[in-house]
């Protein structure tokens, strides 16, 4: 479609430029024509004037003008002689205007349609020493005659520019079109011949940009895919331990196949399990709320310390069952975020400083200003993590000493929720750890 457009748009731009340049000739041909007439006129005027001042009636009869027409005429306007018709039956010429001009100034020209021959003329008339006066004319060349005079010539330029216009609109708009219909959409800015075209370059810089973002959200949607089949199957796994547990246990009280004290123990068991379960269950309720964005939230104005200081309360009794001691240091900020979320990234960062901590060992949680910004800094004295591992323990599931998670009830989740909130909140985090020798988590709000 755009080719046509552009060979049409080049081929009436030829066709106008054409008929404007014909219309432009043609005037200035007859314009030129006209002017060369009225020269000839006056000049065959000046001769027979001359002639018949000095012959007289004898010049007339042997002139021969079969071009112009002459016409000799009283003071009194009767003609007195006309090479081309009867005198006898023509008008008195007195008021004719090339006439009435001649005898009052000498000389007058006019030009208008000739009842004696039946056509257009162009006269001009001279005043003679004894007061009659000579005239000649010619036909007039008009426009129209002048285009039908060159009609064969105007027909064959007409065909042939036609023609030539048409192909040359063809030539140039493929050439046009050509380098866009080659244009390499795999690598649009390396296509050899497109590069030396500024026309297009804006064009093929958009269409790599685009290719990249293409790129970029297939393979966005293709690590999305592979995490949801992850995150199923994995989901799968985990909720399948408690519930045969769970299950196991009930069996065997159920069917009397428990001593009576092992009953007390084996509900310990189930009870432990289900709070297990509970504990994944929340947990993957809430990465799911992340994943959507939390759109059941609105950010407001919170104290990033007041919520630090609510966590280590809720949390302190169980690190005082495990021996961890809690500091809590910094000053009150504020922050603009959702205060559950802020709360869970919190809390978890908290609950893995203690469940993977050293006997007796100690966690750190700092709230101060940086540079503008509002820093949250939860250090442990744990078992730490491998180098290797630090890229992975914010996936799903993840776990870095999976027989101290299942000891300790670890879910796999709570990094991946600290993850997503820090994303919803624009937070930047950084991990520090050295393999039995603790973790430091920082994320700059």
């Known amino acids: 479609r755009m080719y046509k457009q552009i060979r049409n748009a080049i081929w009436i731009v030829s066709l106008i430029v054409l008929a404007l340049s014909l219309i432009l000739i043609f005037g200035m041909s007859y314009r ?10 006056r000049t065959e005027l000046e001769l027979a004037s001359k002639g ?13 003008m079969d071009d112009y027409r002459l016409t000799w005429i009283e003071a009194d306007g009767t003609v007195i002689f006309d090479n081309m018709a009867e005198t006898q039956n023509m008008e008195n010429h007195l008021e004719r205007t090339e006439v009435k001009q001649a005898i009052e100034t000498g000389y007058g020209t006019s ?13 001009a008339a001279k005043k003679l020493s004894d007061g009659t006066v000579v005239r000649t004319s010619v036909s007039y060349a008009t426009f129209w005659a002048l285009m039908f005079a ?20 063809l030539r140039i708009s493929k050439n046009i079109v050509k380098p866009i219909n080659n244009i390499d959409l795999d690598n649009p800015l390396g296509s050899g011949e497109m590069t030396g075209l500024e026309e ?14 293409h790129i970029r959200d297939n393979d966005e949607i293709e690590k999305a895919s592979r995490i949801r089949e992850e995150f199923t ?20 009280i159920v069917n009397g196949l428990t001593k009576e004290k092992d009953i007390v123990p084996f509900a310990g068991k189930i009870m432990e399990e289900a709070q297990r379960l509970t504990t994944l269950v929340e947990d993957i309720i809430e990465l799911t709320k992340l994943d959507n964005g939390a759109l059941d ?11 630090a200081e609510n966590t280590v309360d809720s949390l302190l009794t169980t690190a005082e069952s495990r021996g961890i001691k809690i500091e809590l240091e910094g000053e009150h900020a504020i922050i603009s975020g959702i205060p559950k979320i802020i709360y869970s990234i919190v809390y978890n960062l908290v609950d893995n400083g203690i469940k993977y901590n050293q006997k007796n060992g100690s966690i750190k949680v700092s709230v101060f200003p940086s540079g503008g910004h509002t820093v949250l800094r939860v250090s442990d004295t744990g078992i730490g993590i491998p180098e290797d591992s630090i890229d992975r323990i914010f996936e799903r599931f993840y776990v870095v000493d999976k027989s101290r998670s299942k000891e300790v009830g670890g879910t796999g989740l709570g990094l991946s929720i600290v993850k997503h909130g820090c994303i919803i909140h624009d937070a930047e985090m950084s991990v520090k750890s050295e393999t039995g020798k603790g973790s430091t988590f920082t994320i700059t709000f």
């Open 32 to 41: 030129y024509f006209t002017g060369l007439q009225e020269k000839q006129l």
């Open 52 to 64: 018949i001042e000095i012959s007289g009636v004898d010049y007339l009869a042997d002139i021969a």
């Open 111 to 123: 030009s208008r349609y000739s009842k004696t021959l039946s056509e257009k003329q162009l006269y």
């Open 150 to 169: 060159f009609g064969q010539a105007i027909s064959a330029i007409l065909i042939f520019v036609i023609i030539g216009s048409y192909a040359v609109a």
């Open 200 to 213: 297009i370059k804006p064009l093929l810089m958009r269409i790599e940009i685009q290719r990249n973002q």
């Open 233 to 252: 199957a994995n989901v799968s796994h985990e909720l399948k331990t408690p519930l045969h547990a769970i299950s196991g246990y009930a069996e065997l």
């Open 297 to 307: 939230y609105c950010k407001e104005d919170v104290d990033l310390y007041r919520i």
